[in-house]
């Protein structure tokens, strides 16, 4: 998705290094719940560049699959969709992935669409039974699943969910449906559409993104939000949107956060400086504990470095420049008084080698990377 000119790297950045090995080592980082989000805009860069393949690579897709579940793993369901769609593979192993995806984004009848225009795919038989339902063939999907249990193809847990979902009204005076702990996309569906829809609270990220739908609760959103917007799965913009939407209706946990994002907000267009100062301390401390500090400094950087900010607020200003895409241009301008740390800060904002004093371990082992 992403050109050599846009990435800046090489297109044989593979080298001859193996597709198994490149897969693993992929998914393994994408694992990793506490990377740096400039580590992980790196690693999103790499998945989505243009490169050659491997020089000892065979096509099998290997690697382009372990590419697409690296950014399922982190929530990314519009990019592996980008990617699936531009592969336009008819490969068993990648329509599922595809399938799964558009489920994901509400678009499965367009996959249900390829699936009946495409010999050869072989889906699993409760896709081939949601896809015959959803085309209207009900009777056609009712006899494959008639016949699929008779003849064991599907688990128990998969029939009864497929009788509920073909036909709901027989199932009124049933107790409700026992949600599985590791549902598939496709579950999760069905499970919406039988009017037991399930919290994405402890599923994998790429569930999340059902919750951003407007018929969703409040908190579910916002707390979705948060959780997407922490990996970069959405825009700063759209979390934004989201915690913007109503004035916090309780106290503790997502509530406090929502309520000190607004606060500082509301002195931000206010313009006076005390009130910035004095929600700034908080916001940055709050958004700190939920992991969004480099979504903050995305939306709001320009805004504080404008504002007449002295002491602490100015301190907090300065660290909320660096973490934000203009770290450059506003520490090449940055006129406030410095201490020691944040003068080295600057200098390699500024791609310069410190002229202070290295004291700290730290600080010459960072310098020492630079120098080499």
Same mark, same amino acid.
């Given at each position: 998705?992403?050109?050599?000119?846009?990435?800046?790297?090489?297109?044989?950045?593979?080298?001859?290094?193996?597709?198994?090995?490149?897969?693993?080592?992929?998914?393994?980082?994408?694992?990793?719940?506490?990377?740096?989000?400039?580590?992980?805009?790196?690693?999103?860069?790499?998945? /989505?560049? @243009?490169? #050659? %393949? $491997?020089?000892? *690579?065979? +096509?099998?897709?290997?690697?382009?699959?372990? !590419?697409?579940?690296?950014?399922?793993?982190?929530?990314?369901?519009?990019?592996?969709?980008?990617?699936?769609?531009?592969?336009?593979?008819?490969?068993?192993?990648?329509?599922?992935?595809?399938?799964?995806?558009?489920?994901?984004?509400?678009?499965?009848?367009?996959?249900?669409?390829?699936?009946?225009?495409?010999?050869?795919?072989?889906?699993?038989?409760?896709?081939?039974?949601?896809?015959?339902?959803?085309?209207?063939?009900?009777?056609?999907?009712?006899?494959?699943?008639?016949?699929?249990?008779?003849?064991?193809?599907?688990?128990?847990?998969?029939?009864?969910?497929?009788?509920?979902?073909?036909?709901?009204? /027989?199932? @009124?005076? #049933? %107790? $409700?449906?026992? *949600?599985? +702990?590791?549902?598939?996309?496709?579950?999760? !569906?069905?499970?919406?559409?039988?009017?037991?829809?399930?919290?994405?609270?402890?599923?994998?990220?790429?569930?999340?993104?059902?919750?951003?739908?407007?018929?969703?609760?409040?908190?579910?959103?916002?707390?979705?939000?948060?959780?997407?917007?922490?990996?970069?799965?959405?825009?700063?913009?759209?979390?934004?949107?989201?915690?913007?939407?109503?004035?916090?209706?309780?106290?503790?946990?997502?509530?406090?956060?929502?309520?000190?994002?607004?606060?500082?907000?509301?002195?931000?267009?206010?313009?006076?400086?005390?009130?910035?100062?004095?929600?700034?301390?908080?916001?940055?401390?709050?958004?700190?504990?939920?992991? /969004?500090?480099?979504?903050?400094?995305?939306?709001? *950087?320009?805004?504080?470095?404008?504002?007449?900010?002295?002491?602490?607020?100015?301190?907090?200003?300065?660290?909320?420049?660096?973490?934000?895409?203009?770290?450059?241009?506003?520490?090449?301008?940055?006129?406030?008084?410095?201490?020691?740390?944040?003068?080295?800060?600057?200098?390699?904002?500024?791609?310069?080698?410190?002229?202070?004093?290295?004291?700290?371990?730290?600080?010459?082992?960072?310098?020492?990377?630079?120098?080499?």
């Amino acid at each position: 998705m992403l050109s050599a000119a846009q990435t800046g790297l090489p297109r044989a950045l593979w080298g001859a290094s193996k597709a198994q090995d490149l897969g693993r080592r992929l998914g393994s980082i994408a694992d990793q719940t506490d990377l740096l989000p400039a580590s992980r805009r790196l690693l999103n860069t790499l998945i /989505l560049a @243009e490169l #050659e %393949p $491997p020089l000892a *690579a065979q +096509s099998d897709g290997r690697l382009f699959q372990a !590419r697409i579940d690296a950014l399922l793993k982190q929530g990314l369901i519009e990019e592996a969709n980008a990617l699936l769609d531009r592969a336009g593979s008819h490969d068993p192993d990648l329509f599922r992935r595809s399938f799964d995806v558009k489920l994901l984004l509400g678009t499965e009848n367009q996959a249900c669409a390829k699936l009946k225009a495409t010999h050869g795919l072989s889906p699993a038989l409760p896709t081939r039974i949601f896809c015959l339902a959803r085309s209207g063939d009900w009777g056609a999907a009712a006899l494959t699943l008639d016949t699929s249990t008779t003849l064991n193809l599907i688990s128990a847990q998969d029939g009864e969910l497929l009788s509920r979902f073909l036909d709901p009204d /027989l199932f @009124e005076d #049933e %107790p $409700p449906f026992e *949600a599985p +702990s590791h549902p598939t996309p496709l579950t999760f !569906r069905m499970m919406e559409a039988i009017g037991s829809p399930m919290s994405t609270q402890y599923l994998p990220l790429a569930f999340a993104h059902s919750d951003l739908e407007p018929s969703t609760g409040w908190k579910f959103k916002a707390t979705a939000a948060e959780r997407l917007a922490r990996v970069g799965a959405i825009t700063p913009n759209a979390w934004l949107g989201v915690w913007s939407e109503h004035l916090p209706a309780a106290s503790g946990g997502i509530w406090d956060r929502i309520e000190a994002l607004q606060r500082f907000e509301t002195a931000l267009k206010t313009g006076d400086p005390n009130g910035i100062s004095n929600s700034l301390s908080r916001v940055w401390t709050v958004m700190g504990e939920a992991g /969004l500090q480099s979504v903050f400094a995305d939306l709001f *950087a320009q805004k504080i470095n404008d504002a007449p900010l002295t002491g602490q607020a100015a301190d907090i200003a300065f660290d909320v420049a660096l973490l934000s895409p203009d770290y450059e241009t506003i520490a090449a301008d940055w006129d406030k008084p410095l201490n020691t740390t944040q003068s080295i800060l600057q200098a390699i904002a500024l791609g310069n080698i410190p002229e202070q004093r290295l004291t700290s371990a730290r600080q010459k082992a960072i310098i020492d990377g630079f120098r080499s």
